[in-house]
């Protein structure tokens, strides 16, 4: 996983704390979580964000490698979206 290529890039923002996001960090290496287009909806894809050796922490924006489970489903439909949630 270290190594893998990313499926998609994207400048990903972690929430601030006090805005409801994480209290650390992420971990150093990948960050596992689901990536959906809509609050609201409970559709999404398992994705793991690729950090690279290098934490990303909350309120933190960053352009970021990503790597799903299933990207020919995933990354069209984040593509066309524009904007997706973690």
Known sequence: ??????????DVTLYASDQG??????SSEWYRCP?????DR????????????TPLSPGETRRLGMVFL????????LREARKFYL
């Open 70 to 77: 299933s990207p020919d489903k995933a990354v069209p439909i």
């Open 21 to 26: 996001g994480r209290k650390r960090p992420t």
């Open 42 to 53: 409970l559709e999404g894809w398992d994705c793991r964000i690729l950090l690279r050796g």
């Open 1 to 10: 996983m270290k190594d893998s290529p990313p499926d998609l890039i994207a």
């Open 35 to 39: 990536c959906m287009v809509s609050k």
